[in-house]
């Protein structure tokens, strides 16, 4: 069972930074592609970014691209999400998702992930 917890949420105004961490105990992190998903109030869950197992893989979404940047260290079991220039419409709750079994070209799809961690809030203040 792998069980997922982010951190590094909080309120930060516009154009400021925050770097989430997803981390994974019981488990070895670097069998695992890795997704960062958010959600809004009354919106659906949408995909941010996400890293193949050996970090040689990685997507983003159009609203990120260039601001967020996302990056593992097997070592420490920990992937991570920069945010950069960060704006008001970038406020959700923020998932980390893992799987070991989805092909690299489905790392978008939210149903393709096995395991959700609780998620981390964030805020940005215009």
């Known amino acids: 069972q792998v069980q997922l917890v982010e951190s590094g949420g909080g309120l930060v105004q516009a154009g400021g930074s925050l770097k989430l961490s997803c981390t994974t105990s019981?488990?070895?992190?670097?069998?695992?592609?890795v997704g960062w998903f958010r959600q809004a109030p009354g919106t659906e869950r949408e995909f941010v970014a996400a890293?193949?197992?050996?970090?040689?893989?990685?997507y983003y979404a159009d609203s990120v691209k260039g601001r967020f940047t996302i990056s593992r260290v097997n070592a420490k079991n920990t992937v991570y999400l920069q945010m950069n220039s960060l704006k008001p419409e970038d406020t959700a709750v923020y998932y980390c998702?893992?799987?070991?079994?989805?092909?690299?070209?489905?790392?978008?799809?939210?149903?393709?992930?096995?395991?959700w961690g609780q998620g981390t809030q964030v805020i940005v203040s215009s």
């Open positions: 998702a893992a799987s070991a079994t989805l092909p690299i070209g489905n790392m978008r799809d939210d149903d393709e992930y096995q395991y």
């Open positions: 019981g488990s070895t992190f670097s069998g695992y592609a």
């Open positions: 890293i193949s197992r050996s970090g040689g893989t990685i």
